[in-house]
């Protein structure tokens, strides 16, 4: 029988830098290169989430995975009332994929002022997309990401590609505020049916979930008709989504890899299209890589 170690929960920074330091000088003083890699989440763990654990543990030997539900990147229509909260479950999952500490803490022990005054924001990108639907939300994200970074000072930190932007939007401002965490992508973990996994799935009722598949199978139909160009591939994926009557597109765009803008009608490269879109009462965003000769 495996018995499973359970990681440390912990809520304050003081702690968990201390908790840091002492498992690192356990490592050095075993000859070990002390690597530490966090996982920032907001909870509501699901398979996408386990396998950011799993990519974190395969590359450090200390794996932080913070669950903090951030309200900064809620906008005031949001569910961050609702947004679920299940810190058991996600204790009992993290123990089975090895992480070492859950960073779990209080909204007054991350902005003890409120609402910080203080903020990273995104730029232009940020307001592109997920950030015109949803405003303010990059810079409450980067925000949070960029005081995580200073709290934990990971070697690495691992997020989904499921949240392109995200990925985009912390990977430039990583480098273009010099921090010194490198961003590891862990590709998008989906069901059988190829709906992405996300938290919000689980307000789906069954029409919404059947519904929502149209996103990926969309996505899928784009990828195969991109050797006819940009405005095949959306075509394509128009075709798919929007045949579903419960979907409600908010965008579809192709974007520049590098950059994040919309490309040309006539553009060739490698470029993601990103969609997002209302199924039933619930926001999905899912993406995918094209490749257009
Ligand atoms: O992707 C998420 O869950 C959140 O945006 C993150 C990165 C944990 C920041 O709150």
Same mark, same amino acid.
């Given at each position: 029988m495996t018995v499973l170690t359970k990681p440390e929960v912990i809520t304050t920074i003081d702690e968990l830098q201390g908790r840091l330091c002492l498992a690192k000088q356990n490592i050095a003083a075993k000859g070990g290169d002390a690597h530490v890699v966090l996982v920032p989440t907001m909870g509501a763990l699901h398979d996408g989430h386990r396998a950011l654990v799993r990519r974190a543990v395969a590359l450090g030997q200390i794996v932080v995975v913070s669950i903090f539900v951030n309200?900064?990147?809620?906008?005031? /229509?949001?569910d961050l009332d609702t947004y679920p909260r299940t810190l058991d479950a996600d204790v009992a999952a993290l123990a089975e994929e090895g992480a070492t500490f859950v960073f779990a803490p209080h909204t007054r022990q991350m902005y003890p002022d409120g609402a910080s005054t203080t903020r990273v924001t995104a730029g232009a990108v940020g307001s592109l997309y997920e950030g015109a639907a949803r405003p303010g939300h990059f810079d409450g994200m980067l925000t949070v990401v960029a005081k995580l970074f200073n709290i934990v000072e990971p070697d690495v930190a691992v997020f989904g590609q499921k949240d392109a932007q995200q990925v985009f939007l912390v990977e430039r401002m990583v480098a273009d505020l010099n921090l010194r965490t490198s961003i590891e992508v862990v590709p998008t973990v989906r069901e059988d049916t190829g709906l992405a996994l996300s938290s +919000? /799935? +689980? /307000?789906?009722d069954e029409p919404a979930r059947t519904a929502a598949r149209s996103l990926s199978v969309g996505l899928t139909a784009a990828a195969a008709a991109a050797h006819g160009g940009v405005p095949a591939a959306i075509v394509a994926a128009h075709a798919v989504i929007g045949a579903s009557p419960l979907v409600k597109l908010d965008y579809l765009v192709v974007v520049h890899p590098h950059t994040y803008l919309v490309v040309d009608d006539d553009y060739r490269g490698q470029a993601r299209m990103l969609v997002a879109a209302m199924v039933g009462s619930t926001r999905l965003i899912d993406n995918i890589s094209l490749d257009i000769p």
């Open positions: 309200p900064l990147q809620f906008g005031v /229509n949001e +919000r /799935n +689980r /307000n789906l």
